[in-house]
């Protein structure tokens, strides 16, 4: 069993920062790719940032140079500094990571429980 858990949200001005957490625990052989999405009321889930097992980092147009994505692999563990919020960030954040439990499986993704980001004055 593989268990995803996210920490951090919560409600910050415009202009502020928030930083993300997430861990990936349980039955895990290795972790590939690991990132961070985000859904809007009545809207699709989209990507926010990647982070691929070399480093390699992808970001969405609209958070570049404004939130950086960063990893322990050591610890299962994918941050997301927020800076410089604006209220369109506001969104449920969702962790992901691509994780194999044995030496002989193939990766398959798993998701995150989610954690509410307002940005409001």
């Known amino acids: 069993q593989v268990q995803l858990v996210e920490s951090g949200g919560g409600l910050v001005q415009p202009g502020g920062s928030l930083r993300l957490s997430c861990t990936a625990s349980?039955?895990?052989?290795?972790?590939?790719?690991m990132g961070w999405y985000r859904q809007a009321p009545g809207k699709q889930r989209d990507l926010v940032a990647v982070i691929i097992s070399s480093g390699s980092t992808t970001y969405a147009t609209s958070v570049k140079g404004r939130f950086s994505i960063s990893r322990d692999s050591a610890k299962n563990t994918v941050y997301l500094q927020m800076d410089s919020l604006k209220p369109e960030d506001t969104a449920v954040y969702y962790c992901?990571?691509?994780?194999?439990?044995?030496?002989?499986?193939?990766?398959?993704?798993?998701w995150g429980q989610g954690t509410q980001v307002t940005v409001s004055s």
């Open positions: 992901s990571a691509q994780i194999r439990t044995t030496r002989y499986s193939t990766y398959l993704l798993y």
């Open positions: 349980g039955s895990i052989f290795s972790v590939n790719d």
